[in-house]
């Protein structure tokens, strides 16, 4: 098991990652009054492993997937915590994927203007990602993540245990994040670059301390996002989020993965990227998701990037993008050009296809 702690002027964070982290660190949560946020497939897999380790706690189960992760379901989870007589030093216990992560901490950032929050991720994405920085959200009115807090979870558990129930799909998701810190951290471009198969359980234990070192350090860098630093785990995003709500269908992390391929097109024609470098990220990316979407539609699904919470006006788009190997820049464009570059990516693929 591996230590981190993120450091910011309001809170440490400590981090634990590795086989068996969970068994070592929840006994010591024993003795404080927990309330355990889950969703209904993790509650299936896993109750009686929360009943053996927390006894009888209070628990509230979520349906899973991202519709949950709405306004509606934050106040009743709130509602359950009041019921269920939470204090100030009580301890809330996110035990789930992104989805669980971010409405319970946002729930904890709220409740009586904040108890304590445990991250325990059960999927990769969110042990890679989302339980890691305090970034907590909810959708709202059909915008993603757009009512949330920062707000730090003093532990985060992340035992790869808990991978060996997940469904490939998930995993794949899970790597939609990992290649996004491949393109922003050399060491980890090069262990992508140099591994067969990228869906192997030794390999992602180990890719997942990297990237959450990764994150740490930026975190510790630049916690609200306001420096340009944390900005640049964004990359794939813009357009990741925006056919995320355009087309739904698939998951978060599927759409960074497709998100990046229509940026990297774009850095591209705009000179932006090395071509070898290009070729290997995408190369990458169809290692992963072998079906990039030629969505016919695209430049329309592009429209909602307009609502980046990157963007400094509503006429530009502003996105991260790949340069070389460790190195990302920013690109903003009018969002006309924006939309007609992703038009002509998804006519590429299409023809590519034919
Ligand atoms: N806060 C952040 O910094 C941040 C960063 C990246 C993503 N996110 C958010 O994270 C969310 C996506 O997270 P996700 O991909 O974990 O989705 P998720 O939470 O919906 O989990 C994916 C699916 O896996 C199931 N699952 C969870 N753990 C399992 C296990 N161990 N075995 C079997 N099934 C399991 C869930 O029930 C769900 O069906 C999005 O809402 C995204 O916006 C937040
Ligand atoms: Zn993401």
Redesign the pocket.
């Known amino acids: 098991m591996q230590k981190l702690t993120i450091n910011t002027p309001s809170v440490t964070s400590t981090i634990y990652c590795g086989e068996g982290a969970f068994k070592e660190r929840t006994p010591l949560l024993k003795g404080k009054q927990l309330f355990v946020v889950t969703?209904s497939?993790?509650y299936r897999?896993y109750s009686g492993l929360l009943r053996e380790t927390f006894g009888d706690v209070s628990v509230h189960i979520l349906p899973?997937?991202?519709k949950s992760?709405n306004a509606h379901n934050l106040l009743k989870i709130l509602a359950d915590m009041l019921k269920a007589g939470v204090t100030r030093s009580s301890t809330v216990i996110a035990f789930?994927?992104?989805?669980?992560?971010?409405i319970a901490g946002l729930a904890a950032a709220l409740y009586m203007r904040g108890v304590s929050i445990v991250q325990i991720p059960?999927?990769l994405?969110?042990q890679v990602?989302?339980s890691v920085?305090g970034?907590?959200?909810v959708d709202f009115n059909g915008v993603?993540?757009i009512v949330g807090a920062f707000y730090q979870p003093y532990e985060v558990i992340v035992d790869p245990v808990?991978l060996t129930?997940?469904?490939k799909r998930?995993l794949r998701?899970g790597l939609g994040?990992i290649i996004k810190y491949g393109a922003l951290d050399e060491g980890i471009y090069k262990k992508l670059i140099a591994q067969k198969d990228l869906f192997s359980t030794e390999f992602l234990e180990s890719i997942t301390y990297d990237c959450i070192a990764h994150k740490a350090a930026v975190v510790c860098a630049d916690e609200h996002d306001t420096g340009g630093q944390r900005k640049t785990l964004n990359l794939g995003h813009t357009t990741g989020h925006a056919f995320e709500l355009y087309y739904k269908r698939k998951?978060?992390?599927e759409f960074v993965l497709i998100g990046m391929i229509y940026e990297i097109y774009i850095a591209r024609r705009l000179g932006k990227i090395e071509e070898g470098y290009a070729r290997n990220l995408v190369g990458l990316i169809k290692k992963v998701l072998p079906s990039i979407p030629a969505y016919p539609d695209a430049s329309k699904a592009a429209e909602f990037a307009k609502y980046d919470k990157k963007n400094k006006e509503v006429t530009h788009i502003s996105l991260i993008a790949p340069h070389s190997e460790g190195e990302s820049i920013e690109i903003t464009l009018p969002a006309e050009e924006y939309c007609s570059l992703i038009r002509e990516c998804s006519r590429e693929i299409k023809e590519k296809r034919a």
């Open positions: 969703d497939n993790v897999l899973a997937g991202e992760k789930g994927g992104g989805v669980v992560g971010d059960t999927t994405l969110s990602d989302s920085g970034k907590t959200a993603k993540n808990f129930t997940l469904p998930e998701c994040e998951s978060h992390g």
